[in-house]
């Protein structure tokens, strides 16, 4: 979807007839593991958007007596008994409380229920919890914790992007196309920037945020600071990219014709660098969800109980739960799909904004 | 405004600051120097490129100026010059009577509108991002000169005059021929009305049978709308074609000025007389012997000292390495900067 809307940005008037078509003709381009991508990160964003409904259970919710349960296999119901319910699994007893390990109850089967409760699917109060993906050492829902994680994990890259890129390209362009002492004042501050070394820097700033703050005050203050360091290396890139453009006759033409520096920035400057800037911008959202994570790992980033794929994935970091619990690198598999998928739309983007496959 | 009353209006402004004969475009002194860097990392001496040097020239209005001179002689920067692309290390540039460097920056955009340069590169001098539609508009939004249907009209009658159909109006530029996009940029050029145009080698980059057209394109619009020409090329025959006067440039000096006539009839200088007895003719009698040059075009960072020329004349005395030669006009405005040939 964002596929199409990126590249239909230059038809005019795009009815909604006419931006389902695009959408359509976009789709029928796109490579099929682009497709895979796409479709993978519109999965998450309906995750992230939903989370409430699509989530089984309370994410904060503590089952105490199931901790580090495994995941638990759904059974299709014989059509016989599709009175009490299409889909059922064997509830998990604790079977030895030392080495945590659980054996399933066969004698019993508890049974889904769809589209009750405002949830997609979840069991009856008072009944056993179905861990589809498993349990944390807290007794909570691995599932449920990765559905309210995409929340952070897939929103962390947006903004960030959004504020990293307006930044640098904005500045970087600025900087090539005026070039001179502003340029040079402007490059000389990037490289401190990017001469800071950003992992400390950033622990530096995470050790400073006030203990009150509430977790999305958290979330904006650490993507905030992760793109206020990341915006130095794009603005670099577009700025040599805008300096060689300033020297292109198009530029000269639209000079001679007296357009303004913002004109001539804005229509024709960024423009040229723009294919370049979202190719970058989406192949730099896995460095902010990967940022995340590794705050997250060291206890910087979002606090618990709140959850975020990254601080799911910090449970994962001894190998002796590993082995045990290899069920909580689940996280892990998402923020593996979610990168992956921009790269390859990052990639798909690249070739379709090169100006020799615009279309009318 | 409709395009007619618009040029109508233009052609009033022409008159008026046109009057008695003043030149339309006047180059005083003009040097251009880029810092080419240092001739050693750890050296402190900066080279620089003398591009173009102390040139004076004189465009009257409505006649075309053709500009010749070999790649690296300083013509393009000269053109530039004259646009205000590139701001000159020394002297000045007038317009209309006006000079440039002193004009306000509104001031400058505003008189922007009437001088407008066509490139030699019908590749790169057309946004490949921008529909033709909005290549071709960009002037007049700029200059508010139309706007909403109306801007949409003159958008396509300004390619009309240049022969593009109007279904071109949503196309990228790399749907067209090199040839076409020339075109485009001179509908480009002609959106503001412009009274001066600055020919970059228009066609060096198209195909022979395709030079004429646009050749023929450019002396109708000449005579449809009184502009006038500076006509930069590096081959004499175009120039010949379509200029009334002819400059000659050789490493950032102008050598010879004449009318085109008396220039292709009677060349003084010896590079000039170099250029012409290499235009190649298919009638063997005709051809005049060559004047073969020795060695190659100095670097225009260690320019010779005295006539620039002197290390590959044949005529060359003592004085033509010590002193450079002034411009100096003879008979019938043909001016020529030689020791040995001066002007008639």
New interface residues.
């Given amino acids: 979807m964002s596929t199409a809307r990126q590249v239909s940005v230059?038809a005019t008037g795009a009815g909604g007839t006419q931006l389902v078509q695009a959408i359509a003709r976009e789709w029928r381009l796109a490579s099929n593991p682009v497709r895979f991508s796409v479709a993978c990160l519109a999965f998450f964003y309906v995750l992230a958007a939903g989370s409430p409904v699509v989530a089984p259970y309370d994410p904060t919710y503590q089952y105490r007596a199931m901790p580090d349960c495994p995941p638990m296999a759904p059974h299709l119901s014989a059509p016989s008994r599709w009175s009490d319910g299409l889909v059922y699994f064997y509830p998990m007893r604790m079977a030895d409380p030392v080495a945590r390990r659980f054996a399933a109850d066969r004698s019993r089967r508890v049974y889904l229920h769809f589209f009750h409760n405002g949830h997609l699917f979840t069991t009856a109060a008072g009944a056993p919890p179905c861990f589809l993906l498993g349990s944390d050492g807290l007794g909570r829902d691995l599932l449920s914790r990765i559905v309210y994680g995409a929340r952070v994990s897939m929103s962390v890259g947006l903004i960030g992007v959004a504020i990293s890129f307006s930044l640098g390209i904005v500045v970087g362009a600025f900087s090539g196309y005026v070039g001179g002492l502003a340029d040079n004042l402007i490059m000389r501050w990037s490289e401190i920037e990017m001469s800071l070394p950003s992992f400390y820097f950033l622990l530096a700033l995470a050790a400073i945020i006030p203990a009150g703050m509430s977790t999305v005050e958290t979330f904006l203050m650490i993507v905030a600071i992760m793109s206020f360091i990341s915006w130095a290396g794009l603005a670099r890139v577009i700025r040599g990219m805008a300096a060689s453009v300033r020297t292109?006759?198009?530029v000269?033409?639209?000079?001679?014709?007296?357009?303004?520096r913002w004109?001539v920035l804005s229509?024709?400057v960024i423009?040229?660098v723009l294919g370049y800037a979202v190719v970058a911008a989406t192949l730099s959202i896995p460095g902010f969800i990967l940022g995340e994570s590794a705050l997250s790992l060291l206890g910087l980033g979002i606090q618990e109980p709140a959850a975020s794929w990254g601080n799911l994935l910090a449970q994962a970091q001894d190998v002796q739960s590993l082995a045990r619990y290899p069920w909580i690198l689940i996280p892990g598999a998402f923020i593996f799909l979610a990168v992956m998928s921009f790269n390859f739309l990052g990639d798909h983007l690249r070739d379709r904004l090169d100006?020799?496959n615009?279309r009318? | 405004m409709s395009p007619a009353s618009g040029s109508n209006v233009n052609a009033a402004l022409r008159a008026k600051s046109t009057a008695a004969g003043a030149p339309l475009v006047r180059a005083v002194n003009l040097s251009k120097e880029f810092p080419s860097g240092s001739d050693g990392l750890l050296s402190r001496r900066r080279l620089v490129l003398r591009a173009v040097s102390s040139v004076n020239l004189e465009i009257e209005s409505g006649e075309t100026l053709g500009l010749v001179g070999e790649s690296g002689s300083g013509k393009s920067t000269l053109g530039r010059l004259l646009l205000k692309l590139v701001e000159p290390t020394a002297g000045k540039v007038f317009f209309a009577g006006r000079e440039l460097a002193a004009l306000s920056r509104s001031d400058l955009r505003a008189l922007r509108r009437e001088m407008q340069p066509v490139f030699q590169d019908p590749y790169s001098s057309l946004n490949p991002r921008m529909k033709i539609r909005s290549i071709v508009a960009e002037g007049i939004e700029i200059h508010r000169l139309a706007r909403g249907r109306e801007k949409e009209e003159r958008v396509v009658e300004l390619l009309r005059r240049v022969g593009i159909e109007p279904d071109a109006l949503d196309r990228y530029p790399h749907e067209f021929s090199g040839g076409q996009r020339q075109r485009i940029g001179i509908a480009r050029a002609l959106a503001v009305n412009p009274r001066f145009l600055v020919l970059d080698e228009p066609v060096s980059a198209l195909d022979v049978s395709i030079q004429a057209q646009v050749v023929n394109l450019l002396q109708d619009l000449q005579a449809e709308m009184g502009l006038t020409y500076l006509f930069i090329a590096h081959d004499l025959r175009v120039v010949e074609h379509i200029s009334r006067r002819v400059a000659i440039m050789y490493l950032g000096r102008v050598v010879e000025l004449a009318d085109s006539a008396e220039l292709f009839d009677n060349p003084r200088h010896p590079y000039t007389r170099a250029l012409l007895t290499a235009i190649p003719t298919v009638d063997a009698a005709a051809r005049p012997e060559r004047l073969k040059l020795p060695g190659e075009v100095p670097s225009p960072l260690e320019p010779p000292p005295g006539c620039a020329f002197h290390p590959r004349c044949p005529y060359a005395k003592d004085i033509c390495g010590r002193v450079e030669p002034p411009l100096e006009s003879g008979k019938g405005g043909h001016a020529v900067a030689c020791h040995v040939f001066p002007a008639p």
Avoid: D, I
């Fill in positions: 230059g292109r006759p198009y000269e033409a639209a000079r001679a014709l007296g357009a303004s004109r229509r024709h423009p040229s100006p020799a615009l009318r």
